[in-house]
Structures are given as C-alpha cells and as structure tokens.
C-alpha cells in the first residue's frame, strides 16, 4: 500500500496539487491513471476545480477520472492504479463515500495495492476515525459513525499550529490512537 497523506488546503483544496512536481512524480511513477473524489465543498466551480487537477496530473501523464461524474463511483475504482480523495470538510466527505460505498472499495483496492492520495480531508480519511475532527469541521452530514478507512495506523491533526496542541495533547492523553501532527508544510509519505 502506498499514502500520500497532505494537509495544505490553500488555493481551494489543491493540496496535492501543490505538492512539488517532481516528488510527486517518483511518488506516482507508473501510475497513468488517477480516480479523483472533489473537495468537499460548494464554495468554488468544480468545473474549473477538476480543470486544475487535470492539468497537473496530465504534466506527470497520468488521467484523471472524476467520481462525481461517474454512473457507479465504486466501479472506477477497480480499474485505476491510484485514488485521489481531496478535502473540504472531512466528515461530508467520508458520508460521500459511504454513501456510493465508494469506502470499501477504496479500502479493498488500496490493502492490494493501489495508491491513496489525501489532502487534508482526504488525509482524516485515511486513518482510523475522524472524532477528533469535530472542533474543526462543522458535522453538517451526521455522521455517528467516526470510524474511517483505517488505511493509516492511527490519527492525524491536519492544519496542526498551536492552537490545535490542546486538541492533539487530549487525543494523546486519551491514548485510543497513535496520535500524529500534519503541519501545512508537512506531508506523510507511505511506500509499502
């Protein structure tokens, strides 16, 4: 299994767009085809979202399939060599999947190899839960559930400045999970 965990979340949600090209591209050597699962949100056009996420994975010659234009979203999954899940609001983003139970084929292609790619969201997602994310994301979606894909052993802080550190030092105390801070400048990098 291979993750790309990301927090930056500026420019509207183009963490891993972000991302130095060329780390980026050894990351992805040989992958030429990526399924990508929209921010989270509705602040933006995600016609000209997805236009700027194409472009960058086309400068690394790899393809983009979007989700949100898919006729079963869990279908392309099957096919691809690498998922892209990008952020927003992190439990909208995890009712999404579960929704086109787009989660348990993330989980069961990634555990045989595919690659994860999240930013920020897509990064809360990618470890056990995502509780520790209430002070933080409005929970407009209801999720009662906060276990998540469980592909990363423990949880993450996103976004991690000081005024997260009481937040992170409960988590730690708490002692239910292996607790991990994710600066804006920081990436997780995953390979088997």
Avoid: W
């Amino acid at each position: 299994m291979k993750l790309l965990l990301i927090s930056n979340s500026t420019n509207a949600g183009e963490e891993y767009l972000r991302y130095p090209l060329p780390e980026i591209g050894r990351f992805l050597d040989g992958v030429r085809e990526v399924v990508f699962v929209p921010y989270a949100a509705v602040t933006f056009s995600y016609a000209e979202y997805e236009k700027k996420v194409q472009a960058r994975f086309a400068e690394l010659g790899i393809r983009v399939r979007s989700v949100h234009r898919a006729k079963d979203p869990a279908a392309l999954i099957r096919t691809a060599e690498a998922v892209c899940i990008g952020g927003g609001n992190t439990f909208s983003q995890l009712a999404r999947l579960r929704a086109c139970g787009f989660d348990r084929e993330v989980i069961r292609y990634a555990r045989r190899g595919v690659t994860y790619i999240g930013g920020c969201a897509g990064a809360h997602i990618a470890t056990k839960n995502v509780e520790h994310v209430l002070p933080f994301d409005s929970n407009t979606a209801g999720i009662t559930d906060f276990d998540a894909l469980g592909l990363f052993d423990g949880i993450l802080f996103c976004h991690y400045s000081e005024a997260r550190r009481p937040y992170y030092e409960k988590a730690v105390a708490e002692g239910r999970y292996a607790v991990h801070a994710l600066t804006d400048d920081d990436t997780i990098v995953i390979r088997g």
